[in-house]
Nanobody
Framework: QVQLVESGGGLVQAGGSLRLSCAAS????????MGWFRQAPGKERDFVAS????????LTADSVKGRFTISMDNAKNTVYLQMNSLKPEDTADYYC?????????????????WGQGTQVTVSS
């Protein structure tokens, strides 16, 4: 099993920045993909960004491209989501996900492991 714990959420004004972290523990794989998703109240869970290891290739949703950056520190088993120029519409619960493999995917069903989420609120 893989355990994922997100942190870094909070309240920020529009135009501000936050960095989310997702620490992974438990079973490790030689190659894996990790992703960030978000879910606003009453809405479906949407893809934000994903990254694979090794290689570091990334995939980012058009809605956040140029503002959000996903990165990974494999030595710390941690994936990050740097969020800049935040907008009120970015308000949501943000979830970290992981799966074994070397393919990038924006489909939530691709991922086997999920964290509990961290809340991000952007005020106008």
């Amino acid at each position: 099993q893989v355990q994922l714990v997100e942190s870094g959420g909070g309240l920020v004004q529009a135009g501000g920045s936050l960095r989310l972290s997702c620490a992974a523990s438990g079973r490790t794989f030689s190659n894996y993909a990790m992703g960030w998703f978000r879910q606003a109240p009453g809405k479906e869970r949407d893809f934000v960004a994903s990254i694979i290891w090794p290689g570091g290739r990334t995939l980012t949703a058009d809605s956040v491209k140029g503002r959000f950056t996903i990165s990974m520190d494999n030595a710390k088993n941690t994936v990050y989501l740097q969020m800049n120029s935040l907008k009120p519409e970015d308000t949501a619960d943000y979830y970290c996900a992981a799966t074994r493999g070397s393919a990038l995917s924006s489909n939530p069903s691709w991922y086997d492991y999920w964290g509990q989420g961290t809340q991000v609120t952007v005020s106008s």
